[in-house]
């Protein structure tokens, strides 16, 4: 009986330990597992969230699940500006949004996303000053752009109850723009009434009557169910966006070399993969756009970008940018 009792006593021993060591393997395992939180603006399901979770599957197929990419849509984590304070912070881990953006840090950034300033987005991504600029802000506010070569559709302007041909036209139409100074005063030396209206409430602000129009793409349109309330487009392509991958630096810089290494490669196969999507999701959301009975206005160029070249000399004279930045990266 004693001998038992002794050998029952032994097994549940031995069933308790093995219990603990289970229980350390998994909870090893699971701490294992780097979480990392990514933020957009974009609506589920709409084209900055498809490329977001592309960026996902290639970091946690790279990572072969050690690293975990949870996304976040519709701006839950809080507005762009929020979120790059997160960014600096640590709190918050990865951004998709525009690299416009970055001139809160850093002025010159308002050149390189300025409104007809450039027509061929390679200058863009070449530019070795944009460069210097990216790595300024990655040391001074712990912002890090893992890559940048994505570029957003062009920009056209879209209006709800008055077209636009020209640049009369625009006298007093309230147009919303990017909470960015650059945008603003473009567009109101342009004519217009610009408007910063956070992106979470542009729909209703179209639907109330509060904006009468907006520069954007024509995903971005579609996608938030803008046209709904608009009615006309006229065809500038008057700027390109490059929509890079912020990371935290803090957080970057805690990995070990392997892992930054995942997440640069996948960054740079996101903006192929970036590029790819958009010249297949533009045309559909045209073709879209004009079964939902936008009217697409075709207009002469040529006056649109003459008035912004001026306008950029006298930007420049006001201190929006670097002097000498015009003749430098437009070798004028």
Known sequence: MKKFIFLLAMLMLSFCMASFIFMEVAAEKEQDVIVLRAAHQGA????????????????ETKSQGKVEVQIYPSGQLGTVREILE????????????????????????????????YTD????????????????????????VLDYSAVMPAMQLWTKTKPVYNLGDL???????????????????????????????VYLAL???LIGGIVH?????????????????????FKYSLSPVYISDKTYESFSPDIQRILQESAEEYS?????????TEKKAWDE????????????????????????????????WSDGLIAKEKNI
């Open 44 to 59: 589920p399901g709409g084209f900055t969230d498809v490329t977001a979770c592309k960026f996902k599957d290639l970091v």
């Open 86 to 117: 997160s960014l600096e912070m640590g709190t918050v881990d990865i951004l998709f949004e525009g690299l416009s953006w970055l001139a809160q840090y850093e002025k010159d950034f308002n050149f390189f996303n300025q409104s007809f300033m």
């Open 121 to 144: 987005p390679q200058e863009l991504i070449d530019s070795p000053y944009q460069r210097e600029l990216i790595e300024k802000v990655r040391k001074n506010h712990s912002i890090r």
């Open 171 to 201: 006298e007093g139409i309230r147009i919303r723009v990017p909470a960015v100074k650059a945008y603003i005063d473009m567009w109101n030396i342009l004519g217009a009434n610009a408007i910063s209206v956070e992106w979470s409430e």
């Open 207 to 209: 639907s109330q009557n």
């Open 217 to 237: 793409n024509p995903v971005k349109i579609r996608d938030e169910h803008f046209y709904e309330h608009l009615k006309y487009c006229t065809i500038l392509d």
């Open 272 to 280: 192929i993969f970036f590029n790819t999507e958009t010249k297949n």
């Open 289 to 320: 756009m004009k079964k939902a009975g936008i009217e697409i206005i075709e207009v002469d160029r040529d006056p649109w970008f003459k008035r912004g070249n001026q306008i950029h000399v006298q930007m420049e004279e006001d201190g929006t």
